[in-house]
């Protein structure tokens, strides 16, 4: 493999900050233009240097923005959300050994560090940007509404080589490992995995239809994205958590029809802690339509029964119930991560009802065996490789998909590195989940 390093990153850069985000025209105002090349080379080099280093002995972790103070909160909308800026009296150069002092100084999950490009001043370092965490849920999940940091360029130094380039909160690109992966590569957003999961879309749908306490006078309608918008939080929010957790995990999910297989013994998994159909495994199912009724009855009341409601209202809404609702979700996403904690996989159906933990899979790939590593979305674009560089538990989700085509995995070694794998065009096949796949 080919190594990518910043100006690799730069000339991607470059690549995606023209196609602009959706309705926003990057010609406006000047700070959502780029600088030279050059300018952004040594930007992201140096950025991509102090990430290498250790200021006494700590690792650093933090994040950059390329803006004026008066760019940040131009609206004023940001001020309630903890939105503000900290000007030095004298601006720093931008170097490797302020960002080396700076750094820890900086919390990564609530500050900035705010920088700005003159010509024959160069880059410099004009102060402190506090943002709050609430641009977190980008990438761990959530519900809550981001805050509005301007469309300008960032760079988040994550670790020794790891940088992540954006727009505001809106992750580009992701440069990891010498390799950069961006959205074009995110399998979350694939027509495959939609069709996956419509069945369950559907039953959802159908089964809000016949809630006795409908009223279809009173209200509104839901969007039929708004479920798979909830689910992919969830998702984001268990990869997160089990990545967070520095033990590693693997989630397997077995299509319709085939759970009774699992439920009992078989020649493919062996659950180790398996739950009794009787106790109530499809929680998430129970709040989600829960999430519905309430969804539909609020903005019924508020916009009529035309009104189709969506996540955007899900976001703005501020009752207790909802609220309350959108705690049990995560802690429920929470408490499915966590049981990987136990050697072996977590095992759910489509719906993510859960039908144990601890699964040992019986056989794993040969060492001389092949998978492909997807290069985009739907897979067609693939990379062969084998499998002599990952561990058992990798090789064991790799044999299972290879043996039942059906099933899905999402596996998250202990370094954090995580993969979807499932069975695709007659090869097993992964694709790489990183922050940006959260975008």
């Given at each position: 493999m080919?190594?990518?390093?910043?100006?690799?990153?730069?000339?991607?850069?470059?690549?995606?900050?023209?196609?602009?985000?959706?309705?926003?025209?990057?010609?406006?105002?000047?700070?959502?233009?780029?600088?030279?090349?050059?300018?952004?080379?040594?930007?992201?080099?140096?950025?991509?240097?102090?990430?290498?280093?250790?200021?006494?002995?700590?690792?650093?972790?933090?994040?950059?923005?390329?803006?004026?103070?008066?760019?940040?909160?131009?609206?004023?909308?940001?001020?309630?959300?903890?939105?503000?800026?900290?000007?030095?009296?004298?601006?720093?150069?931008?170097?490797?050994?302020?960002?080396?002092?700076?750094?820890?100084?900086?919390?990564?999950?609530?500050?900035?560090?705010?920088?700005?490009?003159?010509?024959?001043?160069?880059?410099?370092?004009?102060?402190?940007?506090?943002?709050?965490s609430?641009?977190?849920?980008?990438?761990?999940?959530?519900?809550?509404?981001?805050?509005?940091?301007?469309?300008?360029?960032?760079?988040?130094?994550?670790?020794?080589?790891?940088?992540?380039?954006?727009?505001g909160?809106?992750?580009?690109?992701?440069l990891?490992?010498?390799?950069?992966?961006?959205?074009?590569?995110?399998?979350?957003?694939?027509?495959?995995?939609?069709?996956?999961?419509?069945?369950?879309r559907?039953?959802?749908?159908?089964?809000?239809?016949?809630?006795?306490?409908?009223?279809?006078?009173?209200?509104?309608?839901?969007?039929?994205?708004?479920?798979?918008?909830?689910?992919?939080?969830?998702?984001?929010?268990?990869?997160?958590?089990?990545?967070?957790?520095?033990?590693?995990?693997?989630?397997?999910?077995?299509?319709?029809?085939?759970?009774?297989?699992?439920?009992?013994?078989?020649?493919?998994?062996d659950?180790?802690?398996?739950?009794?159909?009787?106790?109530?495994?499809?929680?998430?199912?129970?709040?989600?339509?829960?999430?519905?009724?309430?969804?539909?009855?609020?903005?019924?009341?508020?916009?009529?029964?035309?009104?189709?409601?969506?996540?955007?209202?899900?976001?703005?809404?501020?009752?207790?119930?909802?609220?309350?609702?959108?705690?049990?979700?995560?802690?429920y996403?929470?408490?499915?991560a966590?049981l990987?904690?136990?050697?072996?996989?977590?095992v759910?159906?489509?719906?993510?009802?859960?039908?144990?933990?601890?699964?040992?899979?019986?056989?794993?790939?040969?060492?001389?065996?092949?998978?492909?590593?997807?290069?985009?979305?739907?897979?067609?674009?693939r990379?062969?490789?084998?499998?002599?560089?990952?561990?058992?538990?990798?090789?064991?989700?790799?044999?299972?998909?290879?043996?039942?085509?059906?099933?899905?995995?999402?596996?998250?070694s202990?370094?954090?590195?995580?993969?979807?794998?499932?069975?695709?065009?007659?090869?097993?096949?992964?694709?790489?989940v990183i922050?940006?796949?959260?975008?």
């Amino acid at each position: 493999m080919v190594h990518k390093y910043p100006k690799d990153l730069v000339q991607e850069l470059t690549v995606l900050w023209r196609l602009g985000p959706p309705g926003m025209e990057v010609s406006g105002s000047g700070y959502r233009r780029l600088p030279d090349a050059e300018v952004l080379e040594e930007l992201v080099s140096t950025a991509y240097q102090v990430s290498q280093m250790q200021e006494e002995a700590r690792g650093l972790r933090f994040r950059l923005m390329l803006c004026e103070p008066e760019d940040v909160d131009e609206d004023g909308f940001g001020e309630a959300l903890g939105l503000f800026t900290l000007n030095f009296t004298v601006p720093r150069p931008y170097n490797e050994y302020e960002l080396l002092k700076l750094g820890p100084s900086i919390d990564y999950n609530n500050s900035l560090i705010g920088m700005r490009y003159r010509k024959g001043e160069g880059l410099q370092i004009w102060g402190l940007i506090h943002s709050g965490s609430r641009w977190m849920h980008v990438i761990h999940g959530g519900s809550k509404q981001a805050t509005p940091l301007p469309p300008a360029l960032g760079v988040n130094i994550l670790g020794s080589g790891r940088l992540i380039v954006c727009r505001g909160v809106e992750i580009l690109a992701q440069l990891s490992g010498g390799k950069i992966i961006s959205p074009s590569t995110n399998v979350f957003r694939s027509q495959w995995v939609a069709r996956r999961f419509g069945q369950v879309r559907s039953e959802l749908a159908a089964m809000h239809e016949e809630n006795p306490r409908r009223d279809p006078g009173e209200w509104a309608r839901i969007d039929p994205s708004f479920i798979p918008a909830l689910y992919l939080e969830f998702f984001k929010h268990v990869i997160s958590t089990v990545r967070r957790s520095g033990h590693g995990g693997t989630i397997i999910s077995f299509p319709a029809g085939m759970d009774d297989m699992v439920t009992h013994d078989n020649p493919y998994i062996d659950l180790k802690y398996r739950f009794d159909e009787g106790t109530p495994r499809n929680q998430l199912r129970k709040i989600v339509l829960r999430i519905m009724e309430v969804l539909a009855r609020n903005c019924g009341r508020l916009y009529g029964p035309e009104y189709l409601a969506g996540w955007k209202d899900y976001v703005s809404l501020q009752t207790e119930e909802l609220a309350q609702l959108d705690e049990r979700v995560f802690k429920y996403a929470r408490f499915i991560a966590r049981l990987t904690g136990v050697d072996g996989a977590v095992v759910t159906t489509e719906g993510l009802e859960i039908i144990g933990f601890g699964g040992i899979i019986q056989g794993t790939m040969e060492m001389g065996g092949i998978v492909a590593r997807a290069l985009d979305p739907e897979g067609v674009r693939r990379q062969v490789e084998r499998v002599e560089s990952v561990g058992t538990r990798h090789r064991s989700l790799y044999y299972l998909c290879h043996k039942l085509h059906d099933v899905l995995g999402i596996i998250v070694s202990q370094d954090a590195k995580a993969s979807v794998v499932t069975w695709n065009t007659e090869k097993v096949t992964f694709w790489d989940v990183i922050p940006i796949d959260f975008a």
